[in-house]
C-alpha cells in the first residue's frame, strides 16, 4: 500500500520559516516525480513546485520562486520543501504528490498518481 504522509506544517509568523516533509512507504520513490501543490477552499489544487525523478531537476510557482526549494533523498525515500520569507497568502494545505510519467506534466495535478493527505500551514501577519 502507498502512501505518502506530510509533516512538518504549522503556523509561523509572516517572514518565517518552515519545512515541509513528505515521507513515503510502498513506493519504490527513485522512478517518480515528485510534488507539492496547495490548495484553498473552493479553489483548484495549485502547483507549488515540483523535482523530477531523473536529475532532480526543480520547477516553481512564480509565485514561490526564490522563496521555496524542493529537494528529495531517494535513500530515505523522502521529499522536502524548505520555505522562508512566509507570507500570509501562503497559507492553505500543502499536499505532496508522486508521479509516475516522464512525460506528462509535473504541474498538473491530475498527472499525478499518488497524493498524501495535506498539512496546514498558517502564516500569521
Known amino acids: 500500500q502507498v502512501q505518502l504522509v506530510e509533516s512538518g506544517g504549522g503556523l509561523v509568523q509572516a517572514g518565517g520559516s518552515l519545512r515541509l516533509s513528505c515521507a513515503t512507504s510502498g513506493l519504490t520513490f527513485r522512478p517518480y516525480g515528485m510534488g507539492w501543490f496547495r490548495q484553498a477552499p473552493g479553489k483548484e489544487r495549485e502547483f507549488v513546485a515540483g523535482?523530477?525523478?531523473?536529475?532532480?531537476?526543480?520547477y516553481y510557482a512564480d509565485s514561490v520562486k526564490g522563496r521555496f526549494t524542493i529537494s528529495r533523498d531517494n535513500a530515505k525515500k523522502t521529499m522536502y520543501l524548505q520555505m522562508n520569507s512566509l507570507r500570509p497568502e501562503d497559507t492553505t494545505v500543502y499536499y505532496c504528490?508522486?508521479?509516475?510519467?516522464?512525460?506528462?506534466?509535473?504541474?498538473?495535478?491530475?498527472?499525478?498518481?499518488?497524493w498524501g493527505q495535506g498539512t496546514q500551514i498558517t502564516v500569521s501577519s
Open positions: 504528490a508522486a508521479i509516475y510519467s516522464t512525460t506528462a506534466s509535473l504541474y498538473n495535478a491530475r498527472s499525478y498518481n499518488y
Open positions: 523535482i523530477t525523478r531523473s536529475d532532480g531537476s526543480t
